[in-house]
């Protein structure tokens, strides 16, 4: 049973540019959460999708979007990247029964903005 | 708003021995979930255990286990008889048990190293 799938593992862009993350959640998954983790920090929340809806946002611009889709995928994308979005980049997929359940994390990817 | 802080940058324990980390946390709310999980250099996080604030036992998961203390709002983290594989860091996370808040909020992490 596949767990939870992200792509690319690294990317290397340059400032200014957009990007696209892509995550595949856990098999019998309906909701994807996107995370942040700068080097040495704990993790950020993003915004987290289900229904193909945002359906809860963190402290981010709005150069940070999202999309699920109906397999419940998800993609976030960046725009005009600056040096400080820098980070490692973290999908976690939950089935939506109710809090307190954990989420399963894929391994991220790393983003660095030169 | 919430916030976890844990206050050990880095531990490190001798193979087989036992060592504990610290986990605080800040909430009003009554209703809450608190997690720890763990984060090798492959990078992927991995729930360790986890506890529901309404329930007063320690949760226990073979070498894991928690001393939940609600009322200091700690929440700390044994692991019994280190192994090598349990290097890695480790992150302390808590979510409210509302429906209509889904985030983790995590702490800094705490790296933790196995002497052989």
């Known amino acids: 049973d596949a767990g939870v799938t992200q792509s690319p593992t690294h990317l290397i862009k340059t400032r200014g540019q957009q990007v696209t993350l892509r995550c595949s959640p856990k098999?019998?998954?309906?909701?994807v959460s996107w995370y942040q983790q700068a080097l040495g920090q704990g993790p950020q929340f993003i915004f987290q999708?289900?229904?193909?809806?945002?359906?809860q946002r963190g402290n981010f611009p709005d150069r940070f979007s999202g999309h699920q889709f109906p397999n419940y995928s998800s993609e976030l994308n960046v725009n005009a990247l600056l040096l400080g979005d820098s980070a490692l980049y973290l999908c976690a997929s939950s089935a939506d029964r109710g809090a307190g359940y954990g989420y399963t994390f894929g391994s991220g990817t790393r983003l660095t903005v030169v | 708003a919430q916030t976890v802080t844990q206050s050990q940058p880095e531990m490190s324990v001798q193979e087989a021995e036992t060592v504990t980390l610290s986990c605080t946390y800040d909430?009003?709310?009554?209703?809450?979930?608190l997690f720890w999980y763990k984060q090798p250099p492959s990078r992927q996080m991995i729930l360790v255990i986890r506890q529901e604030a309404y329930k007063q036992q320690n949760a226990t998961e073979n070498r894991f286990s928690v001393n939940f203390q609600k009322a200091a709002k700690s929440f700390s983290l044994k692991i019994s008889d280190s192994q090598l594989g349990d290097a890695a860091m480790y992150f302390c996370a808590y979510r409210r048990g509302r429906r209509s808040n889904y985030q983790l909020i995590w702490g800094a992490g705490t790296k933790l190293i196995i002497k052989p």
């Open positions: 098999s019998g998954h309906d909701t």
């Open positions: 909430t009003s709310e009554s209703d809450y979930y």
């Open positions: 999708y289900y229904e193909e809806e945002e359906r």
